[in-house]
């Protein structure tokens, strides 16, 4: 089946500590795709990275970083030195070979100033 | 340049009423895709659109309806409404990526 797993509900921590949202996934394809989108308070759903499963380089965008791991089946995203900004609801997701997007139950997550 | 827009932001709906969801892109994508989104959960596809003139069910299609009117819109229809459908939709578009509306967010008393 496939699956995407935020086993994280609710992540609070203080600004300026480094923070790691966690994500699995069951697929039975070989080529599939992973995401991570953000959701603010106010609603939109902002696109942060896509990640194809023959590519498993880390990925760097200023403070945030992704890491791939077809091992582990996990896709973990890391903000460094996490400002209020940051603040949301971070979501995980698949596409499979039908080109649906299977979505984890995102995590929340709360910087505190 | 929009991307993706949708109509109305919001909606308050009687149990039995119909409303229509609109969804236009300007982005010449095939490909698009209603979603509903309910509190604590990840967003689940009710109807999508690999290219105009077609459409298939999703994950949740009861209840719903939808029209690729011509390559921009894609409409979700709600014949009868309940209050199960409270939820926020959403509307996307797909390339490499995917690109989403701001949502309509509906209520169903």
């Known amino acids: 089946a496939q699956k995407v797993t935020q086993a994280q509900t609710e992540i609070s921590v203080v600004e300026k500590e480094d923070v790691t949202l966690d994500c699995v996934y069951e697929t039975r394809d070989t080529t599939y795709y992973l995401f991570w989108y953000k959701q603010p308070p106010s609603g939109e759903l902002v696109f942060l990275i896509r990640r194809n499963s023959f590519d498993e380089q880390n990925e760097i965008s200023g403070r945030y970083s992704w890491n791939f791991q077809k091992s582990t089946s996990s896709f973990n995203f890391t903000i460094t030195a996490s400002q209020v900004v940051d603040s949301a609801v971070y979501f995980c997701a698949l596409r499979d070979s039908n080109y649906q997007l299977i979505w984890g139950a995102g995590t929340k997550l709360i910087i505190k100033p | 340049n929009a991307g993706v827009t949708q109509t109305p932001k919001f909606q308050v709906l009687k149990t039995g009423q119909s409303m229509t969801l609109q969804c236009a892109q300007d982005?010449?994508?095939?490909?698009m895709y209603w979603y509903r989104q309910d509190p604590g959960m990840g967003l689940r596809l009710i109807y999508y659109s690999a290219s105009e003139g077609t459409t298939d069910k999703g994950e949740v299609p009861n209840g719903y309806n939808v029209s690729r009117l011509n390559k921009r819109e894609f409409s979700l229809r709600l014949e009868s409404a309940a209050p199960s459908q409270t939820s926020v939709y959403f509307c996307a578009t797909r390339l490499f990526g995917y690109t989403f509306g701001s949502g309509t967010r509906l209520t169903v008393v």
């Open positions: 982005m010449n994508h095939n490909s």
